[in-house]
Nanobody
Framework: VQLQASGGGLVQAGGSLRLSCAASGRTFSTYGMGWFRQAPGNEREFVAAINWSGARTSYADSVKGRFTLSRDNTKNTVSLQMKSLKPEDTALYYC????????????????????WGQGTQVTVSS
């Protein structure tokens, strides 16, 4: 399984970015997907997740109302639309696949995701 994250960059506070994650090597449409982030000196933290069908999403409180996660199972991609970005959103963002197929339970634990992308850097300047 390969996950390729893209879309990161440098943006001013209040700006927007759209992250994408392209998956290959697994039946993408049967697995939930998640985004996590890690800032220097901090532990990796949950950002958002979407179930296998796209019917359910969940967000960390810190991004709720600003980030929107969606998926296109015909293109094997998930997208994280980020708006009203804040300097505290600065981090390396990772996409990952849920280890359980056809699960409608959103998991927030990174040890329940089995494949990870390489990360894409998001930097928000004040």
């Amino acid at each position: 399984v390969q996950l390729q994250a893209s879309g990161g960059g440098l943006v001013q506070a209040g700006g927007s970015l759209r992250l994408s994650c392209a998956a290959s090597g697994r039946t993408f449409s049967t697995y939930g997907m998640g985004w996590f982030r890690q800032a220097p000196g901090n532990e990796r933290e949950f950002v958002a997740a979407i179930n296998w069908s796209g019917a359910r999403t969940s967000y960390a409180d810190s991004v709720k109302g600003r980030f929107t996660l969606s998926r296109d199972n015909t293109k094997n991609t998930v997208s994280l639309q980020m708006k009203s970005l804040k300097p505290e959103d600065t981090a390396l963002y990772y996409c990952a696949t849920d280890e359980a197929p056809f699960s409608d339970v959103i998991t927030y634990r990174d040890d329940e995701y089995d494949y990870w992308g390489q990360g894409t850097q998001v930097t928000v300047s004040s």
